[in-house]
């Protein structure tokens, strides 16, 4: 699931439907310097509402952070070939600054192996378990209601408008520093 997309949709809407709103949900008395400040800071209020429920329903399901639970959606989109912890960094919705220390959390909890590479030992090929597997399969209606539930109100039209505007985003995004 990209919660990080459906954030963004969100915070598209409320900036365009309700400029003043951020200011006072955050009980800011001053004027935002740029509109862009305040965009930026909607966009990272509206994907911090939205992870958190889906966060407090992994943790009392399924005992998994954000990033375990990304980790294992990874890995059976690659099923049964695996990938390597690189390969996994680069996939991440949330970025983890230690892929090495999850695998071996996960590892532990028996929902992923892990092999060193024939080629090249040091290279860590990662697979998922059937335990690993079996917990998703758990979560996938969960996963499928979550966004409809957060973001189905918004209807096809504005969804379509909010996915191309958070691709323009990503797209065009300026350098810094």
């Avoid at 951020?22 to 800071?41: M, N």
């Avoid at 690189?86 to 996960?106: H, S």
């Avoid at 024939?118 to 290279?123: K, L």
């Avoid at 597997?133 to 973001?151: G, N, Q, S, T």
């Amino acid at each position: 699931m990209h919660v990080f997309l459906l954030t963004i949709v969100v915070i598209t809407i409320i900036v365009a439907t309700m400029p003043a709103r951020l200011q006072q949900e955050i009980k800011q008395a001053q004027p935002f310097a740029s509109l862009e400040e305040e965009v930026y800071l909607s966009l990272r209020m509206t994907s911090r509402m939205l992870d958190e429920p889906w966060e407090r329903y992994l943790k009392a399901q399924e005992g998994l952070t954000l990033s375990q639970y990304n980790l294992l959606r990874i890995l059976r989109g690659a099923h049964p070939n695996g990938r390597t912890c690189t390969e996994i960094a680069e996939r991440m919705i949330n970025r983890d600054p230690d892929i090495t220390r999850l695998v071996d959390r996960m590892a532990q909890q028996d929902l992923v192996t892990r092999a060193r590479g024939t080629a090249d030992r040091r290279v860590v090929q990662v697979d998922i378990t059937r335990k690993g597997l079996a917990m998703l399969k758990r979560l996938d209606r969960a996963v499928d209601l979550f966004p409809r539930k957060l973001l189905g109100h918004m209807g096809r039209r504005q969804l379509r408008e909010l996915r191309e505007h958070l691709g323009a985003i990503r797209s065009g995004m300026g350098q810094f520093p």
